[in-house]
């Protein structure tokens, strides 16, 4: 059955027994019409013991009153219930001495009966509601076993309770002892008062008050009962029973204990406030840079905080005169200081030549011949710099009329307070520098989206030659680039370079010597031969090093090697600026050699003076032969003792695989550079092109 009908059935149960005890109160002496006069007193008991039973059960039932740390409130509501149940009882007492004057025509003997009845039965409520509030305060963080020690108090009760069901005679001894067994347990439960370490200082008050009216409302309901003990009419010594004793004394010892102690934490119930207050700054000094507050915000949170926490008269928070702490704090924060004692101050804590001010703590400066005679008016001096090892973020220095008022404990509350200013700081550049770093990032991925857009996507193919390439930046962008272009006349124009320097720099220069080989590359109309129509490799380096004498910074330069193969006369030339060595394979030769030829990079002379420093070479290719154009982050790759990979080993490695396809073949010679630098960061940029002139040329 679930609780709520349960807890109905109990008031039902309550309900019956209190109408059975009240129509046996008003049936002595003389019966009412259709009862029978002068019940048995076991009925009387049963009844009574019935509804004290079944209204503290429909009580425990109930669900729990407390909820969470609402102590206030539910102390509250227990006042209002009880000043309900009270001013009831005055109303009860005021309709019984109305009767008894005749002033209202009811029957005395009757009225007082019912009033008793009806008292007895409001009484019994409050005890249930301060019986089962006390029970929740009691528990409060009290664990297992105290809940426990809670059960076997109520099974306590609930047998004294039954034991007044039973007319055995109990020794005197036997019943005093088992009286001061009870009441010495519930002594000790009103003990548990850990509710109250929780409260406030205007808490604790409101505390006091209500619980000095609950004392009220249990005194009246006692008083009230104990006049009733000399009246004949009424059935006192049934009804007087143990339980309801031991009921007013636990309430009663409980609300008392729980004033007492309230009383007793008054006087430390402000320093609880103050060190919360300390607490709740330090948490929030803690949660500045997590609410991406800026430094000044800092700076005056710390300063507002220090001078509550310590109760300074006056303070000062000075900038750090060297370092980066300079730009954290613009000007000097001050309360309660002018102008001429601020620059005293600075004075004295910072005289010139001195970059950082020591840590004072002085308790009466009429004993100090250093900062007394400064500060005539103060008594108490502390000084805290704030600093790591890199960076000063000012000092703060706190000042009081009262000698000895900075102890330890403030000073301990100081220094953490400090200590979590620099951090915050501390935080605050890491994540202004992790804002700066992702938009490099960002600026960085951009780039090399850039780069790799300017990468062939497509390599060139046609009937005279197969062509695999190979790149890998060393960082996110790199600075080497190669590019194809095909070319009316069965021909085709290949650049591979290199720019010094990395990251976004490079890729803009990239894309500049991209556009630079497009447009130079355009056929010239007014040509009036052929061979006229594009730039040989000659001229087009030095109109592509005029172009970059515009753009390129001073400290930059690129290398590059272009290549321009013309497949109806049988041959190619080229022209190297400063790059590596081409590699190549001669099919009729059978063997593998560099082209060692002159070349400087472009932008190193800005002048016409550069065409003297390259030239073009021709070669007539055969069928078969293999032409590898690299970079040097191929041949400079290093292994774990630093040698380097080198000309010699590249040239060996081709030489064993050069009947091998194009893509073959570039897949074995970086495999082998890889291998030989396996577990070493790249040192530089890699890129690999493998030209092979087919063994079965096209008739041009």
């Keep these: 059955m679930p609780k709520i009908r349960l807890s109905a059935w109990f008031l039902v149960a309550a309900g019956a027994c209190w109408l059975v005890l009240l129509l046996s109160t008003l049936s002595q002496g003389q019966p009412l019409p259709g009862l029978p006069a002068n019940w048995p007193r076991w009925l009387l008991l049963l009844a009574q013991g019935g509804f004290a039973a079944f209204v503290f059960i429909y009580a425990r039932v109930q669900p729990e009153p407390l909820a969470g740390q609402n102590f206030i409130g539910l102390l509250r509501r227990l006042f209002l219930r009880g000043l309900g149940l009270t001013a009831g009882l005055g109303v009860l007492v005021s309709i ?26 409001l009484f019994m409520i409050m005890l249930a509601q301060t019986l089962y509030t006390w029970r929740s305060l ?11 020690e809670w059960t076997v108090f109520e099974i306590l009760l609930g047998l004294v309770l039954l034991l007044q069901l039973f007319t055995w005679k109990i020794p005197d001894g036997v019943r005093l002892g088992c009286g001061i067994a009870l009441g010495l347990f519930g002594i000790y439960l009103s003990g548990h008062q850990r509710w109250i370490a929780y409260l406030s200082l205007k808490e604790k008050w409101q505390a006091i008050l209500i619980q000095l009216g609950i004392l009220g409302f249990t005194v009246c309901f006692l008083l009230y009962l104990r006049g009733a003990q000399a009246d004949p009419v009424l059935l006192v010594p049934a009804t007087q029973s143990s339980f309801l004793a031991f009921n007013s004394f636990f309430a009663t010892f409980y609300a008392l204990a729980g004033l007492l102690i309230t009383l007793f934490n008054l006087p430390v119930a402000k320093v609880f406030e103050e060190r919360r207050a300390e607490i709740m700054s330090l948490q929030q000094l803690s949660q500045i840079i997590q609410r991406g507050q800026s430094a000044p915000e800092i700076y005056q949170i710390l300063f507002s905080s220090a001078i509550q926490t310590g109760k300074a008269d006056a303070a000062a928070l000075l900038p750090a005169t060297s370092g980066e702490g300079r730009t954290m704090l613009a000007a000097p924060l001050q309360h309660q200081l002018s102008l001429a004692e601020l620059a005293t101050l600075g004075t004295l804590l910072m005289p010139p030549g001195t970059s950082r001010a020591p840590e004072v703590l002085e308790g009466d400066l009429r004993r100090s011949s250093q900062y007394g005679p400064a500060l005539p008016e103060y008594s108490s001096l502390v000084v805290l710099p704030m600093h790591n090892k890199l960076h000063d973020y000012g000092t703060l220095v706190l000042l009081s009329k009262e000698p000895y008022n900075f102890d330890s404990e403030v000073l301990s509350i100081l220094h953490a307070f400090t200590a979590q200013t620099v951090l915050s700081f501390e935080n605050l550049q890491l994540a202004q520098e992790a804002l700066v770093n992702q938009r490099t990032q960002d ?23 197969e062509v695999a390439t190979y790149a890998q930046a060393a960082k996110e962008v790199g600075g080497d680039f190669y590019d194809f272009l095909h070319l009316p006349g069965q021909k085709l124009a290949v650049l591979i370079g290199d720019v010094s320097g990395k990251g976004v720099t ?8 991209k556009g630079i080989f497009h447009a130079l590359m355009q056929a010239n109309p007014l040509a009036k031969k052929e061979r006229e129509r594009y730039p040989d490799p000659h001229r087009f380096m030095v109109q592509a090093n005029e172009a970059l004498t515009h753009c390129l910074e001073r ?12 497949y109806q006369a049988g041959g190619f030339s080229f022209a190297r600026a400063g790059h590596c060595h081409t590699l190549y394979y001669h099919s009729i ?35 078969g032969d293999v032409m590898v154009i690299y970079t040097d ?64 040329q096209p008739h041009a």
């Design 138 to 148: 009691v528990n409060f963080r009290g664990g297992s076993k105290l809940r426990r």
């Design 96 to 121: 019984e001495q109305l009767a008894s004057h005749h002033t209202l025509p009811l029957p005395g003997d009757t009225t007082r009966a019912v009033v008793y009845t009806v008292a007895l039965a």
């Design 506 to 513: 490079a890729a803009f220069h990239t894309a500049q010597m």
């Design 589 to 623: 030769q059978e063997e593998v050699s560099y082209f060692r030829t002159e070349g400087l990079g472009l932008g190193i002379i800005r002048n016409a003076g550069y065409e003297k420093h390259v030239k073009t070479q021709f070669w007539d290719y055969n069928p």
């Design 555 to 566: 400290s930059s330069f690129i290398t590059a090697a272009f290549y321009l193969i013309d």
């Design 443 to 465: 600026e960085l991925r951009i780039a090399a989206l850039v780069q790799e857009r300017l990468i062939p996507r497509q390599l060139p193919t046609d009937d005279w030659f």
């Design 633 to 696: 982050g191929i041949v400079e790759a290093r292994d774990g003792d630093g040698n380097e990979y080198g000309e010699d080993r590249l040239r060996e490695m081709l030489e064993r695989c050069f009947y091998q396809t194009a893509e073959e073949i570039n897949a074995e010679l970086r495999h082998d550079v890889q291998e030989f630098s396996r577990g070493q960061p790249l040192h530089d940029d890699q890129t690999l092109l493998v030209i092979k002139f087919k063994a079965a």
